[in-house]
């Protein structure tokens, strides 16, 4: 099982691990990132290239399959206007092996954030706005995997 | 040959619009060749490609390292390096 | 924030990582263990040691605390007999580093495994019961994080 | 020197008890030598203990190698090789 969801809408973490935990595995693993009020932060918009987020998370999670013994992935990253606190990606995985299901969802967040067309931008209490650059330790996460 | 183009966070802010119908001549061969030759026109365009460095492509909703060959493109996105997850 | 339950009743992994979330470290990893229904299970019991449970899992927690920056650890063992379906064990962090959650959920399951006295007795359809058996792969799994 | 025994797991079931007191002689000093002499006892204990390499301990609910000494612990648990997560 393979569900990606690209939106607006809020998730609940709690629901997509009942999902995988049905899928009879014994193993469920989840990475949820929220948005930090860090530096006085107030917005943070979301924007994607929407003809091509849903192909590229595919990808990320056909990957994940191939290396690794999964019963089933859920990727969801949302879109638009957050506040902190909000949740904005959700990674979930389900195997007979826990390992496994750690592991990927390791990778899968650490791919999404270099293969998943998403941009970040900020806006803080003092007004001031800005993009939020991409990191090189991100690359570097993402590059350990290999291929 | 027609090329849809699509910008997105701050490339798409200083050029001001989303994306555009564009038709480059034959010698535009690349999508830096592309980048140069939509930069030529100045203003907002000059602006967002000031630093190719700094930019990144999608040929056909597929990554694409900007030394990629654009024959028989239908879309080309250019955007900053992503920041998602 | 460390809590730990040594528990009988059912747990909710949504609450558990509500919790975490509210912390603000931006990440929340987690893991759930449930009985798997395995060549005609039909009931697990687990047994454990009450005094001396949750000192050890609490050990556990700490250590990790040392090793990674973490805002916050869940863990949650069930004891009793529980049938196919039913959740085991929940490990539960947040950080501010997705990376730091990922693999202290990693450790935390893995240390568990080998540092809080549960023991597991298995019982299937054909009427056999047996006790399971420690696995080499759990000790080598906990070996690789070191001292 | 009184220590409150307890066994888990098929260590309890072949002893047939949860735990139990017991008043080794001096000359018991590790838990091995402790595992030895209730195994002389004969029955379920022999039966529990039959193969040390099986057992492990916990000395007043730490664990413990088989060759920790004993001397003035209040607890110890014999058991096999823990299974949870």
Request: aromatic share 8%; charged share 25%; proline share 5%.
């Amino acid at each position: 099982m393979i569900a990606i969801g690209v939106q607006a809408e809020a998730f609940d973490p709690g629901v997509e691990l009942t999902r995988l935990e049905a899928l009879g595995g014994g193993g469920v693993a989840s990475f949820t990132g929220l948005v930090r009020g860090d530096g006085g932060l107030v917005e943070m918009m979301l924007e994607h290239h929407p003809g091509m987020t849903e192909k590229a998370m595919r990808a990320v999670a056909e990957e994940a399959a191939r290396r690794w013994p999964l019963l089933g992935i859920v990727l969801i990253h949302r879109y638009g206007p957050l506040v902190p606190g909000d949740r904005i990606v959700f990674v979930g995985t389900a195997s007979a092996h826990r390992a496994a299901a750690l592991e990927a969802c390791a990778f899968l967040i650490d791919w999404l954030k270099t293969a998943a067309p998403f941009w970040k931008r900020e806006r803080f209490a003092d007004g001031t706005v800005h993009w939020v650059e991409a990191k090189a330790e991100d690359d570097a996460a993402a590059a350990r995997w290999g291929g | 040959m027609a090329i849809e183009m699509l910008y997105f966070a701050w490339v798409r802010e200083k050029i001001g619009v989303e994306g555009e119908r564009v038709d480059p001549p034959a010698t535009v061969a690349t999508v830096t060749d592309l980048i140069d030759w939509l930069a030529a026109r100045g203003g907002g365009h000059a602006e967002a490609f000031e630093d190719p460095a700094r930019l990144r492509a999608a040929v056909d909703q597929h990554f694409a390292p900007l030394d990629t060959a654009i024959a028989g493109a239908r879309e080309i996105a250019i955007f900053p390096p992503v920041t998602g997850g």
